[in-house]
Structure formats: C-alpha cells, structure tokens
C-alpha cells in the first residue's frame, strides 16, 4: 500500500487492552459494544460477516455498505472509490498512542481522487479536529486523558 495521504496521532492514558476494547467487531447494530471507535462517523450501521471482514450498511446508503477489516488493535474501514481509514493502536509510554492514516486506494484514476473530491480542502484541518473530537470520546468512555500528537 501506498504512503496514506493523512496521519494523526493521539495518546490515550490507558492501557491498550482497554482501548482495544473500544475497536471490537461483531455482527449486529453499530454501537457502544461494537465498532464503537467509528460509531460516530456510521450512525444506524448494522455489521455483518466476520471473523475479520465485515460489511457495515448504513441506512443512509443503503446502496452502499463499507468494508471493515479488524484484528487485535486495528480496524480498517473502505468504501467508494477511494477512501481506505485505518485505526492501529500502539503501546505507549503514557498507556496507548492511536494513530489513524487515510489512504487513496483508488484502482482506476488515483490521480483524480483530490481533484474530484472538493473536501480534501481543509481536510487535514478537519482531521486534526476530528481525531481531537475522537480522543475526547475516548478520554470521557475510559475516564482517563488523552492528546492530539
């Protein structure tokens, strides 16, 4: 895979296996037991398929559903054309470091995907401020602190 377009990073003052806990995949209703570190961005999803590849439907798309990938301490969601996010957690001297890398995975055409795609402006600034959002989430859920790196 190529370099991701985008990485951020953030410190969770807990240990990984807690964290951990927050990134597990099952089939069934996306919520505060499953997928819960995506459970923002896939409102009303529902998993199915597994172990280790899932799909996640969302009502909103209900033409198009979104593949997860998941193993201890990662979780990788694809869908359209381009878009490929992946959470990997990592020890950290302070508990845990998270780190989330957006990726072009374009087939066809990955020179477009900026081009075509109108957001990739500020969109740096609007991960920064959602892994910020995200970290907090984290921080409130395990009761402990959290940075952006």
């Known amino acids: 895979m190529r370099a991701p377009l985008w990485e951020f990073t953030g410190v969770i003052e807990a240990p990984p296996d807690r964290v951990a806990a927050l990134m597990a995949v099952r089939p069934g209703p996306v919520g505060p037991d499953n997928l819960w570190l995506m459970s923002d961005s896939l409102p009303g999803g529902v998993v199915s398929g597994g172990p280790g590849r899932f799909r996640v439907s969302l009502p909103s798309l209900p033409s198009r559903a979104m593949t997860i990938e998941a193993d201890d301490g990662f979780v990788a969601a694809q869908g359209g054309w381009w878009y490929r996010g992946e959470y990997r957690l990592e020890p950290h001297p302070e508990g845990s470091r998270l780190v ?21 402006i500020g969109f740096e600034a609007r991960g920064r401020t959602g892994m910020s959002g995200l970290l907090a989430r984290v921080g409130e859920r395990l009761g402990c602190g959290t940075r952006l790196e």
Do not use: E, Q, S
Request: glycine fraction near 4%.
């Open 100 to 120: 989330h890398r957006v990726f072009n995975v374009a087939r066809r055409g990955r020179w477009a995907v900026p081009m075509a795609n109108r957001f990739f």
